[in-house]
């Protein structure tokens, strides 16, 4: 099965460089782009995208599913923003399907969501009024929101799926270079969400309403002293039950900070961001649950130095915690609202077993650029429970009495990224495995399948 499975990545790699757009030009030939293709139109930018991707997966770590595990995705997007100077009006359609799929895989609202109008907003540019030498904008509609290091809201890129919010937000940049955004949303939340419809692929419109709220304000300040960085935040999110859709009620405020330097050659960088929650939630989704009070938090910490040589690599060490829960009054399990995990944790799609809750993690990571097109890493963690009783990070898998031990494995991931034709055509491949810990191998609910092994190869088209 593993021999077969990377046979069929590398077949599909293979062909995904012999794709006619590959004979363009490369070293002089700008890219074919939609917005020359119109005639590049005063006060009309339009952009798309196409992406395919074959991802295999072997030795399931979720319960209850397929030992293995393949999935073939399209994503394809189109995007427009007319912009009559003080005025914008914007919007974006994707299509996400999947296909190989069947009732014993893993698939779910992170790989499907077809013909979804995902931004459709009108956007106001209020210039200079709010002061000399600052910015202002005021949007609503539907939108997309990546506030700071994405880890908690954040638009996701590897997920064949996106977060995207309706509402209404204001962004203002200081004259000293600061940004603010505050915001007021319904988030989107994906359909059709039942298994038949996501293997059918299914086109329904997703749902936003009063039934969950996200809010919040996202502020940063460049060189806030010396060359660190500085992002405060505050994030609240109010749920609650609609007829067909029971939920945990979950009543979460989110505060944190990050403070961070940027990557550059010869110099040491570095990144620490750390959140708090609180607020409360009920014990299950069922009627008249229980109200527990919320007290978690995370915390992401990195040191990084990037050598001034030909490849530009850099060597980093990085730890994550998030917490879980443990049996009591109070509600430990960290909740990572919005944000995308890829950059943190590795793969999606059909693999992600680790995420930002109940973990305590730390990792070597080294990335390369050899040249303008190729780049590269390779990241190796080790990952713990922080609380042996609750649900172990992404997997689903637990031990309510914590006696299966709390190493929940090691994890080696590696990515190699190259521009076919430079600005157009980029061919992304790699995989990851999960090497099991005492607890994947013992707890109750484990599939005890063995190790973890994904891999997968993709090309997407920008134009």
Not at 62 to 85: C, H, M, Q, V
Not at 91 to 112: C, F, N, Q, W
Request: proline share 5%.
């Amino acid at each position: 099965m593993i021999a077969r499975s990377l046979a069929r990545v590398a077949l599909v790699g293979t062909a995904l460089f012999a794709l006619p757009a590959a004979a363009q030009d490369k070293a002089s030939t700008e890219p074919w782009t939609l917005q020359q293709a119109l005639g590049d139109p005063e006060g009309l930018t339009v952009s798309g995208s196409a992406r395919i991707r074959y991802e295999t997966l072997s030795n399931q770590f979720r319960p209850g599913l397929d030992k293995n595990d393949d999935l073939i995705s399209l994503r394809t997007s189109l995007f427009a923003e007319y912009d009559t100077g003080p005025i914008r009006i914007g919007g974006e359609l994707i299509d996400a399907r999947a296909y190989d799929d069947d009732p014993g895989s893993s698939v779910g609202t992170g790989e499907v969501n077809a013909l979804e109008l995902v931004q459709a907003y009108l956007g106001a540019d209020l210039g200079d009024a709010l002061g000399r030498g600052t910015t202002a904008s005021l949007d609503a509609g539907r939108f997309v929101l990546n506030l700071g290091s994405r880890r908690l809201v954040g638009r996701n890129n590897f997920r064949n799926t996106t977060n995207a919010f309706t509402g209404a937000k204001f962004e203002f940049g200081g004259a000293g270079k600061e940004q603010l955004t505050l915001f007021y949303t319904y988030p989107q939340q994906r359909l059709p969400s039942d298994k038949p419809s996501i293997l059918d692929n299914e086109v329904k419109w997703d749902h936003e309403g009063d039934d969950l709220i996200f809010w919040g304000g996202f502020f940063n300040k460049p060189k806030f002293f010396g060359s660190t960085n500085l992002d405060l935040f505050f994030y609240a999110l109010d749920e609650d039950d609609r007829p067909s859709r029971a939920t945990r009620d979950r009543k979460l405020f989110t505060p944190g900070v990050r403070l961070f330097r940027d990557p550059a050659p010869g110099a040491i960088d570095y990144e620490f961001e750390y959140a708090y929650q609180f607020g409360d939630i009920s014990a299950s989704s069922a009627a008249g649950a229980a109200k527990l009070d919320v007290s978690a938090q995370f915390l992401h910490a990195e040191l990084g130095y990037q050598f001034d040589g030909a490849w530009k690599p850099r060597l980093a060490v990085e730890y994550d915690l998030a917490t879980g829960d443990d049996a009591g009054r109070k509600f430990g399990r960290f909740d990572s609202l919005y944000g995308p995990r890829r950059f943190d944790y590795g793969p999606t799609g059909i693999y992600g077993p680790l995420g930002r809750n109940n973990i305590s993690s730390p990792g070597l990571r080294l990335e390369v650029k050899p040249d303008k097109r190729w780049d590269g890493f390779i990241f190796y963690r080790a990952a713990w429970l922080d609380s042996a009783t609750d649900s172990f990070a992404s997997t689903g898998v637990r031990d309510a009495t914590g006696a299966s031990s709390r190493l929940g494995g090691h994890q080696i991931e590696a990515r190699a990224r190259y521009w076919v034709v430079p600005k157009f055509l980029r061919l992304d491949f790699g995989g990851a495995v999960l090497f099991q810990g005492r607890f994947l191998r013992n707890a109750p609910n484990s599939n005890d399948f063995g190790d973890t092994i994904y891999s997968y190869a993709d090309l997407t088209a920008t134009f």
